[in-house]
């Protein structure tokens, strides 16, 4: 069942009765995305979980952010351990249900910890790669990964934007507001899901188009891909992660 609109609004608001096990803060996000053909999505997917689409069209995604102040619960954030460059690579599902999320091929970080971790805890994909940013008045985003003969994968945007939230039912809304990952245990045999919970991103959309896609080919989307169909620049939010749940 494809989501209704309700359903994603709903997904927007905290989840009742759940307390978060992790806090932390998502900083300087650049989202860019490039349309693709829904089958070619859905052959990727796990047994569950169903390509989600806009006016007929699925999107992969590529997202570098900077991540701060982790922390769990009932523990103080450590800046070392805490603060780190991550860059993911996504598409957007729902279950059978009609529950919208995200899911991650990739997601590379500057930290050896953090990649350990959440591939332990939270079984995501993470990837340990050399990523740096310097930051003026623009951040300039680089990605190495030791896997891929240390290629390099170079991003340049705005920070600190006076941006807009998304209007519900448009692109932009169906792309950025998105509270709920899925992903499957370390052996393929169960799906499991994961809610966030911040505030609504407040976002501006870039007038480049020509944005690197190089990530997409790690991850086997040997696709055209030519100028990106969306980009846009979001300010800080703080994010509250709660504790995921086997579905099936």
């Not at 959440?118 to 994909?125: A, E, I, K, N, Y």
Request: glycine share 4%.
């Amino acid at each position: 069942m494809k989501p209704t609109l309700e359903q994603r609004e709903k997904m927007c608001l905290r989840p009742e009765n759940q307390s978060p096990v992790m806090f932390q803060s998502w900083e300087n996000l650049l989202f860019v995305h490039w349309e693709i053909d829904p089958k070619v999505i859905q052959k990727t997917l796990p047994d569950g979980l169903i390509v989600d689409t806009f006016e007929d069209k699925a999107y992969l995604g590529i997202v570098p952010f900077l991540m701060k102040n982790i922390r769990p619960r009932w523990l103080p954030s450590v800046p070392y351990l805490s603060n780190f460059l991550e860059c993911n690579v996504r598409t957007y599902v729902h279950d059978d249900e009609g529950n919208p999320g995200v899911w991650f091929y990739s997601l590379d970080t500057s930290r050896w910890l953090a990649s350990i971790i959440g591939r332990v805890f939270f079984s995501l994909p993470y990837y340990w790669a050399q990523i740096s940013a310097i930051k003026n008045e623009t951040i300039l985003y680089n990605v190495r990964r030791r896997k891929e003969g240390f290629k390099n994968v170079r991003y340049k945007y705005a920070t600190d934007v006076d941006g807009d939230l998304a209007k519900s039912g448009t692109l932009d809304f169906f792309l950025l507001e998105r509270y709920q990952l899925f992903t499957t245990d370390k052996y393929n045999r169960k799906l499991i899901s994961c809610r966030v919970h911040h505030s609504p991103y407040k976002f501006k959309n870039c007038a480049n188009k020509s944005w690197d896609s190089e990530l997409l080919k790690w991850n086997g989307f040997d696709c055209n891909f030519n100028k990106a169909s969306h980009a846009c620049v979001a300010n800080r939010v703080d994010v509250e992660i709660f504790k995921p749940q086997k579905l099936r």
